[in-house]
């Protein structure tokens, strides 16, 4: 009954204004994340129940959006576009390691079913966004594992496609009757 009535409250939140309702989501996700990482001294074990259990919740997270994806839309790209500002956080200049938050990016993986192709690999999507915020960090290594989690979130927003814009330049097909 208790999740029930949860499920209730995030769903009237979600009616009102979606972009807040994702952002509160994020935001507890990044608490959830910032907890489990003071509790082991600033290391993630992926492999914890802990950790399964952010990821899933993620997952729910998602899902609640709805099933619309238009209506969802903004909403979704706001809350990827502030979890890459999130993840890519820190405290100084880049020095050549991953940021403390990198490994939110498996987390941000867990969601991107949710984002409508063009927001993905579009001109303006957030492939571009990351590309752009990645520019800050200078060259980062392809082969470091601590780096693992943003190539993983890479490769989930590059998806199936294998040319990012593939989809767009391909002219509509009319049937003649």
Known sequence: KQWYQRR???????????????????LSL?????????????????????WTKIKDLAHRFALMAGVDNYKSR????????EGIIYCLLRNGPPDGNPPSNIVFFDILAETTFKLMD?????????????????????????????????????????????????YYAQPMKRKLV
């Open 118 to 166: 063009i927001d993905k690999k579009g001109p303006k999507g957030l492939l571009a966004f990351l590309e752009e915020q990645l520019m800050r960090e200078g060259e980062i290594p392809e082969d470091e594992i601590e780096w693992g989690p943003l190539r993983t979130y890479k490769t989930a927003l590059v998806g199936s496609m294998q040319e990012p814009y593939a």
């Open 30 to 50: 990044e608490q959830l994340f910032e907890e489990l990482r003071d509790q082991n001294e600033g290391r993630i074990d992926r492999s914890s129940e802990e």
């Open 74 to 81: 903004q909403a979704v790209v706001t809350f990827h576009r």
């Open 8 to 26: 209730v409250r995030v769903s009237k939140a979600r009616e009102l204004n979606r972009t807040k309702c994702m952002r509160t989501q994020l």
